[in-house]
């Protein structure tokens, strides 16, 4: 009787204190800073972006830029944007494509930390509640600036212990009060009950309630491409699958060595040229120490590489609208399940790795992940391992920094150092402080190398490419103009904003009543072909930059990747002009990155880790069924085999239950 007057007791002081903290933290940050409001679009925005092939003839023929960026992630990109919003001449370089790395690879979310806050409130440290402070007052910009790409997005955080309701809801009313006039939706706690109903797959044994907060969601790939076009509007001379092969240094007059250019090869077509600048930019992420020692080959390394992987399961492992944060795994680390473009995510892990192009998702992280998860989810909801539809790691770049004499302890935000040659260099950092970071980068080269700004960073409030002039019902006007299906004018109002309808421009013909225009690269995706041609002209040059960044397929799902692969091959080269050997060559490249580099090989691998036990007679049944399923002999049967199958095939007892349980 006591522990259930308990219970009672604590769950209504419960409610009533986030009542009264709840009103206490919106008095609060109401007097804070001002919300912020979006900029009008500048003067010099271009209203056609120019074509990559002029990109790249500029590079190569300009005498001299005022900034020079190496790196076109999220941080390059937003240097990129800041600089040119300035006036300054600027370029920027990216070995692969735009968000190639670490930037396409995230968690998708926008956020302050709320781990990080916890530190700073246990520990008494100012370094991390700034760091916080200012993430959060980042997260609201952005969502403002691209709204068509970000929004914000409620978190569970179940608890399971009585005394954890206060502890948690302390922490999370915090992290609303730090936010002040930047918060995106109040906190707020719920009844065992209702997190059931809002979140049906949680294990329900000894929950006791949960704690909902907001952060942002986005598709950050899609984000950096808009922050590279966005530069490109403002007139920088942005180049992706451009190499820098060597730093170009000169003596001044004081027979200082300083920095004034890079030695580049356009990847694309083998073009090799030279690119002079008054600051030259290193914003290369995991790269970093490789173009520090470009500039000065004696310096010791300050990055250190992360491994964090993710895992992508169907959609019914989660909710539509409601992720769910795991604050304590067996190892101490965080695990967030998320929904994002209707499946579900799960990540990330931390592991120190090698420097490499092609980050593998391990074997080991994959089945922490699936072994965590498995602790939050319902007995009912069996977590397969042959669910997951694709895996992958991205390489943080965890820096020490070299302005600090204890070079040897990680920074726990960016840093920003320029070298003895005026090199400057920005690393660490997350992807929801971009903006802030570039800021400062951009202000460091202005001071260190004399530029000459035509005005002060304007970022704060600066729509996005795509962000001007949408609207949350932009897609109705999309699916009434072009005949469109709903589903993918909502994708294609969510991804390209008010450029949507320069998209539907380039579909095809159907030839059905309904949808008019619209052919999908893959039945079970909304991407269509015009994206794939609009891609081209948004400097996509690989069958990779599309399944990967221009769509998020290899993301989402590797098998439907590796399954549209043809088509998408197929329309580049009809815009690119591709020779059957260049064709080929895209597929193998493309199906090598699948299966390194999006977790297919962990399905291959399967197929050897797994016991199965048959009889010799029912092996040869089955392998023969396969077969004839498996027409194009790939090793795997997917729904468009089943499909195909259908149709030459009425007799349904072929598929016995001992067939259907065993595909």
């Known amino acids: 009787m006591g522990t259930k007057v308990n219970r009672k007791v604590l769950k209504t002081l419960a409610y009533a204190a986030t009542g009264a903290l709840g009103l206490g933290a919106y008095t609060y940050y109401k007097s804070q800073n001002s919300v912020l409001q979006a900029a009008p679009k500048p003067a010099n925005w271009l209203t056609e972006l120019p074509s990559r092939e002029a990109q790249v003839e500029s590079l190569s023929t300009t005498p001299e830029f005022d900034i020079l960026i190496i790196g076109g992630g999220a941080t390059g990109a937003g240097c990129a944007v800041d600089a040119a919003s300035r006036g300054l001449k600027t370029a920027l370089v990216e070995k692969y494509d735009f968000s190639s790395g670490t930037s396409s690879r995230s968690t998708k979310l926008i956020h302050g ?34 709204p068509h790409l970000s929004y914000p997005f409620p978190i569970m955080l179940p608890v399971y212990k009585l005394w954890q309701i206060p502890y948690f809801w302390v922490g999370i009313k915090a992290y609303d009060v730090v936010a002040g006039r930047q918060l995106l939706k109040p906190s707020y706690f719920i009844s065992k009950n209702t997190a059931l109903e809002l979140f049906p797959m949680l294990k329900k044994e000894s929950l006791v309630g949960a704690i909902v907060y907001y952060d942002g969601q986005h598709n950050d790939a899609r984000m950096n491409i808009s922050l590279a076009m966005t530069a490109a509007r403002l007139g920088a001379n942005v180049a992706n ?33 030279s690119v002079k600048a008054k600051a030259i930019i290193n914003a290369t992420g995991p790269y970093t120490d490789t173009i520090r020692k470009m500039d000065n080959e004696k310096i010791p390394n300050i990055c250190q590489p992360s491994s964090g992987v993710h895992i992508v399961l169907p959609d019914y492992y989660s909710p539509q609208n409601m992720g769910l944060l795991d604050p ?17 995510m799960a990540g990330t892990t931390d592991t120190p790795c090698a420097l490499t192009d092609y980050p593998t998702p391990a074997e080991d992280d994959v089945n922490f992940i699936i072994n965590e998860i498995k602790n939050y989810l319902n ?59 570039a800021e400062e980068t951009i202000d460091a080269a202005i001071e260190a190398c004399g530029l000459k700004p035509k005005n002060e960073c304007i970022t704060k409030g600066l729509f996005l490419e795509g962000g001007h002039n949408w609207t949350p019902t932009s897609y109705i006007r999309l699916a009434q103009d072009f005949g469109i299906e709903t589903e993918v004018a909502i994708h294609l109002s969510n991804t390209y904003g008010d450029q949507a309808d320069k998209v539907a421009e380039l579909s095809s013909l159907t030839g059905k009543r309904w949808p008019v225009v619209g052919v999908r690269l893959h039945q079970e995706f909304p991407y269509i072909d015009a994206e794939v041609k609009y891609a081209v002209k948004e400097y996509a040059r690989s069958a990779v930059d599309v399944i990967a960044r221009r769509t998020r397929m290899s993301f989402l799902n590797v098998l439907a990747a590796d399954e549209a692969l043809p088509k998408i091959v197929e329309i580049m080269a009809s815009e690119l002009k591709w020779s059957k050997q260049k064709q080929q060559e895209e597929l193998e490249h493309a199906k090598e990155f699948l299966k390194r580099e999006m977790g297919l090989n962990l399905k291959y691998q399967m197929k050897t880790t797994v016991p199965i036990n048959f009889s010799k007679e029912e092996i040869s049944t089955y392998i023969k069924r396969f077969r004839s399923l498996d027409k194009s002999n790939k090793g795997y049967i997917t729904h468009k085999d089943l499909r195909a199958f259908f149709k030459v095939n009425t007799v349904l007892q072929y598929f016995e239950l001992d067939l259907i349980q065993f595909i």
């Not at 930390?113 to 916080?132: H, P, S, T, W």
């Not at 003596?251 to 580049?264: F, N, T």
């Not at 304590?328 to 209707?342: C, E, H, N």
């Not at 997951?388 to 600090?404: E, F, M, Q, T, Y």
């Open 113 to 146: 930390g709320v781990r990080y806050l916890q530190k700073a409130i246990m520990q008494f440290d100012i370094e991390q509640y700034r760091m916080v402070k200012e993430a959060l007052t980042e997260r609201a910009n952005l969502i403002n600036i691209a």
């Open 241 to 273: 699958h451009v190499a820098v092969t060597e730093l170009v240094h000169e003596e001044d007059e004081k027979g200082q060595k300083k920095v004034i250019g890079a030695k580049c090869v356009d990847k694309y077509t083998g073009k090799e040229f």
């Open 328 to 344: 304590s795994t067996s190892d101490g680390r965080v695990i967030f399940f998320l929904p994002w473009q209707k499946h579900t």
């Open 379 to 437: 007995n009912d909801v069996q977590v397969r391992r042959g669910d997951i539809l694709s895996a992958w790691s991205g390489i943080r770049p965890l820096v020490s920094d070299p302005n600090k004499a204890d070079t040897q302890s990680l920074a726990r935000n960016h840093i920003v150092h320029v070298s003895d040659s005026k090199l400057i260099t920005i690393a660490g950092g997350k992807w929801t402080t971009y903006r802030h970071m």
